[in-house]
């Protein structure tokens, strides 16, 4: 499966998105944001950085980048779709995700090996893992608070659209504590977290085990493969 | 808008007595006389600006110069067999085998941090990254080295937020890993903080990249952020001056950074030389066109012609002397082959970046610089970039020193009780300089990149630097000005050694050092001398370790009124380690494993930790230096981690046994059982000591029952001294130092943490 990983100017862990999909077990094909062409992938992951200096505001511009029209495009025909925190912020200002991300609350950038929740197993970038698995992955973030209205709050909760949820600590003052959301199909996929951050063993967040050995976030990758395998 | 009119060469020929401000640009008179000597009639104003940006004592190094001689004369042929750049430009390189090389080095953005710390701090970061750029690598982590003043004086929060707030966006945004650094509070630097800053960079052999300009009608080309108005005389009148009381703000003269900028340049130029379109190429900082023009043309044929009307321009109203002196961030200079220059602007183009042709390279052995159809500049780049200045400063030794070597903290009652000594290890431990600093360190990405292997609150940051073989690189900085202002020959060589156990205690082999030396006035005979002794202290002991110094940067005029900070020589070692999978991390995480010290300990508490924070206390000596145990007690530590029979190493530094203990129980919340006894009667010291004593060349080792045999006999044929102090102990969520005190894991990690939140604010998650 040949999973493809959208650089843009300012993306930053898009090699780090390229080597998570190889140690699960894909192709990683690189893309570029001025490109309009997927070059034939069969999964996308916008990945984390601050694209175009976040100017304006988070993902906002990176959202209207080339790209992104054969990107919505493909996700409305089902295509999966992984945002990871500045990925996640563009899904949300391309209309991809509902909601909004907003300055944490405490004004700072927050780095920390945070536990959270893996509410929905019913995606393809999430069900590798079962149902209310509690994981540890890296956040780094500045613009991590997820916002919405009520009425949205209330749909997503309904819906079961929340896919990941923080546990212990609320790092940036998130909206029902909200980590990451799915759409309703199932396809687009985002969260503020870093799962290609805990994919090797040596240079995720440290366990009870052994220092650094944390690769929680593997099954992220892992399901969008297997997931590829069954369809 | 009114018509600029440039002085030009022939303007300045024909006015020789014109007045011109050199004193405003921080020109001594007998050097604007120089200047004249040396172009035989009065300089153009551009020409004044260049040479006094290149003359301050920021670019010219005139009163270090005869001083960091030392560096290139003390070195043996084995310390020079892997270095393959070395002093003098933009960054040394080390090879490190495999084909592959690393380039480091440190420096100082202290000034424009008092001023503005967000920026201040955030361009000290660019500006460092860039001159890694600049060397044909790809910049893989930064780390910073920090002083700030008195933790509870008013002023430092604003200081230390915007300080660490610029370092964090500016760093994370750049998508490099902060990987380490230090941190320490002292009122001497509390109208002058240090902001020290280091990038590391990797790169394959056959990419090195030089800053020269060779080939006669090579293209020169100025790409990235357009020319403005920000950090004019930066360098001059920054950089080389004292804040005086009540004089004007000098914030115009800091630079303001954009990290999506250099985000961009970065890959913009990795791509360039990937493409084979680059001859050669230098960063713009401090000096901005002036430096980059003079130096691109002193280190090759000699000559260049630039038009200046083609400098792209964020404000047109920039006269030719500002466009010449303007510091603004996030600029290259490239030389090119013509024929590549096409291959060149499709990669800028492509990353959005601007480009622009200035002129190119000649073999007259002048830079000649025209605007608006007229030439403004005709120098002998030299001139300009090297044959500056020198100044060999008066020197005098410090009326007061013999004073406070003689004020030993002897003085002291000891303590004998463990009541008295809990209360003191937790007096320690909980000290500004020694309490966790996560309040700061949780702002920085470590993780982005993928490939950091150890990072704080480890002793040294750890980097991969080839995914297949697992070869890496550790980085330490390390500096103690306490022990400095008692003994700056010494309190070099501590910086050295601290530095170079730290990164033999992650299990890498120490390869190099860079250095930042932070002093006060030059101007200042007493500030001279502590100079020249730091200087001569650190050449004799990377002569005595075998390791190069491959570049650095000083900074004088640390100073706020008439009082000197105390010397701060910031002291970066880099070694390297085979695979970094062999890595020892700063404590323990496994139950019932041994606890050994390596080294001896003697009665050495001048200039301590607990000198300061029990007692307030700083006088008498530091600790002695011995190369040949830091030698021995530095291979037997790589040798064991690449036995795989440590599990961890502590090096033994301020706050000495107990805090090394401290160090390893916290960094995986695993408790142990310590014991003194031994080293109280081998080493004929007393309680305190054992405790608290900083003496160098001993680092704390956790071995599991199954290595002990083998690690005994390994100790035993490198003729380390080793002594077991202790076990650990996974069920008892304590310390136990046993026969004199126990303390709670929750308890000593509340005082260890609680330190900075308590002045700063919270830690998220604390």
Request: with cysteine; hydrophobic share 40%; net charge negative.
């Amino acid at each position: 499966m040949r999973v493809g990983v959208i650089t843009f100017p300012g993306s930053l862990d898009d090699r780090d998105a390229l080597r998570a999909i190889k140690l699960a077990g894909g192709d990683a094909v690189s893309l570029w944001h001025g490109d309009h062409d997927l070059h034939g992938v069969d999964a996308i992951i916008l990945p984390g950085g601050f694209s175009y200096g976040d100017y304006l505001r988070c993902g906002a511009i990176a959202a209207h980048s080339p790209i992104m029209s054969e990107v919505i495009d493909a996700a409305n025909k089902g295509m999966p779709v992984l945002g990871i925190c500045n990925g996640f912020q563009i899904l949300v200002e391309a209309h991809l995700l509902a909601g909004g991300l907003i300055r944490n609350d405490h004004g700072t950038f927050i780095r920390r090996d945070q536990k959270i929740r893996v509410e929905n197993v019913d995606t393809v970038w999430t069900s590798g893992y079962t149902q209310g698995q509690e994981i540890t992955i890296p956040l780094k973030n500045g613009e991590g608070g997820f916002i919405a209205d009520d009425e949205t709050l209330k749909r997503l909760e309904g819906d079961g659209l929340v896919a990941f949820r923080y546990l212990e600590v609320n790092p940036n003052g998130s909206l029902n504590d909200i980590a990451g959301l799915r759409n309703a199909r199932g396809n687009v996929v985002g969260l503020m977290p870093h799962p290609e951050h805990a994919v090797e063993p040596g240079f995720g967040p440290d366990t009870p085990a052994a220092m650094s050995s944390g690769t929680d976030g593997l099954a992220v990758f892992q399901s969008v493969l297997a997931a590829a395998v069954l369809s | 808008m009114t018509e600029l009119i440039p002085d030009t060469v022939e303007n300045a020929t024909a006015t020789p007595a014109k007045d011109q401000p050199y004193d405003l640009l921080g020109l001594k008179p007998d050097e604007y006389q120089q200047i004249r000597d040396i172009l035989g009639r009065r300089p153009t104003s551009g020409e004044l600006a260049m040479y006094s940006v290149m003359w301050s004592e920021h670019c010219s190094y005139k009163s270090s110069k005869v001083h960091l001689r030392q560096f290139g004369e003390k070195v043996t042929e084995a310390m020079t067999k892997n270095l393959m750049v070395g002093m003098g430009e933009n960054a040394g390189v080390v090879d490190i085998g495999e084909g592959w090389a690393v380039t480091f080095k440190i420096e100082s953005h202290n000034h424009p941090s008092y001023i503005e710390p967000f920026q201040g701090a955030a361009t000290g970061i660019g500006g460092i990254v860039r001159d890694i750029i600049s060397m044909g690598a790809r910049p893989v982590a930064v780390m910073d080295a920090l002083r700030f003043g008195a933790i509870d004086h008013p002023d430092t929060s604003r200081v230390v937020n915007g300080v660490v707030g610029g370092i964090s966006f500016y760093g994370n945004c750049l998508g490099l890993p902060n990987i380490g650094g230090e941190t320490w509070f002292d009122p001497v630097y509390q109208a002058n903080p240090l902001v020290n800053a280091l990038a590391v960079g990797a790169l394959r052999h056959e990419d090195l990249h030089l800053a020269n300009a060779k080939g006669v009608g090579n293209l020169v080309v100025l790409f990235g952020a357009r020319t403005g108005g920000d950090g004019i005389g930066g360098a001059s009148i920054l950089a080389s001056d004292t804040f005086a009381e009540g004089g004007p703000t000098k914030r115009p003269a800091v630079q303001v950074g954009d990290p999506f900028a250099e985000k961009v340049l970065i890959e913009c130029c990795l791509e360039l030389f990937a493409g084979d379109c680059v001859e050669g190429i230098q960063d713009l900082g401090a000096a901005g066109i002036s430096c980059a023009t003079s130096e691109l043309a002193s280190n090759g044929d000699g000559g260049m012609f630039i038009t200046l009307d083609n400098v792209l321009l964020r404000d047109p109203t920039l006269t030719a002397e500002e466009i010449l002196m303007s510091e603004s961030q996030e600029r290259m200079m490239a030389i090119v082959r013509p024929e590549m220059i096409d291959a060149f602007l499709a990669v800028t183009t492509k990353w959005d970046v601007e480009a622009s042709v200035l002129g190119e390279v000649t073999d007259t052995g002048r830079l000649i610089i025209e605007w608006k159809g007229q030439t403004i500049v005709d120098v002998d780049p030299r001139t300009v970039a090297i044959d500056g200045p020198v100044y060999d400063r008066p020197m005098e030794y410090p009326t007061w020193l013999d004073a406070l070597q003689a004020d030993s903290p002897a003085k002291f009652a000891r303590a004998t009780d463990g009541d008295e000594l809990k209360k003191q290890f937790l007096t320690v431990l909980g000290s500004p300089n020694e309490a966790d600093t996560d309040w700061i360190t949780n702002q920085y990405d470590y993780y982005v990149m993928g490939n950091t292997a150890l990072h704080t609150p480890d002793g040294a940051g750890m980097i991969r630097i080839d995914e297949v073989s697992g070869l890496g690189v550790a980085l330490a900085t390390d500096a103690n000005g306490r022990y400095c202002q008692l003994d700056p020959y010494i309190g070099a060589q501590l910086a050295l050694v601290e530095s170079y156990r730290n990164v033999a205690s992650s299990g890498a082999t120490p390869l190099a050092v860079s250095d930042c030396l932070n002093f006060g006035s030059p101007e200042n005979p007493e500030v001279m001398w502590q100079f020249a002794r730091a200087v001569e202290g650190l050449a004799d002991g990377c002569l005595e370790l075998g390791i190069p110094v491959t570049g650095g940067n000083v900074s004088f005029y640390n100073q706020t009124g008439d009082v000197p900070i105390h010397p701060t020589p910031v002291v970066a070692v880099m070694g390297s380690i085979d695979n970094v999978a062999r890595r020892l991390p700063s404590g323990w995480q496994d139950d019932g494993e041994n606890l050994y010290l390596l080294g001896v300990t003697a009665d050495e508490l001048g200039g301590s930790a607990w000198a300061g924070s029990v007692h307030d206390h700083l006088g008498g000596i530091p600790p002695r230096v011995d190369f040949t145990a830091e030698k021995d007690l530095a291979g037997l530590l790589g040798a064991a981690a690449h036995e795989g029979i440590v599990t961890c190493a502590v090096d033994l530094g301020t706050g000495g046994f107990i805090r090394a203990v401290a160090d390893g129980v916290l960094r995986f919340g695993v408790g142990a059982r310590v014991w003194i006894d031994e080293i109280v009667s081998r080493d004929g010291v007393d309680a305190t000591a054992a405790l608290f004593s900083e003496t160098q060349a001993r680092a704390l080792v956790s071995v599991a029952r199954e290595d002990d045999v083998k690690f005994r006999g390994l100790c035993d044929g490198r003729h380390v001294p080793v002594l077991r102090v202790g076990v650990t102990d996974k069920r008892s969520g304590e310390l136990e130092v046993q026969g004199l005190f126990s303390i709670e894991i929750d308890q000593m990690r509340s005082v260890h943490r609680g330190t900075l939140p308590a002045h700063f604010g919270p830690v998220v998650g604390g």
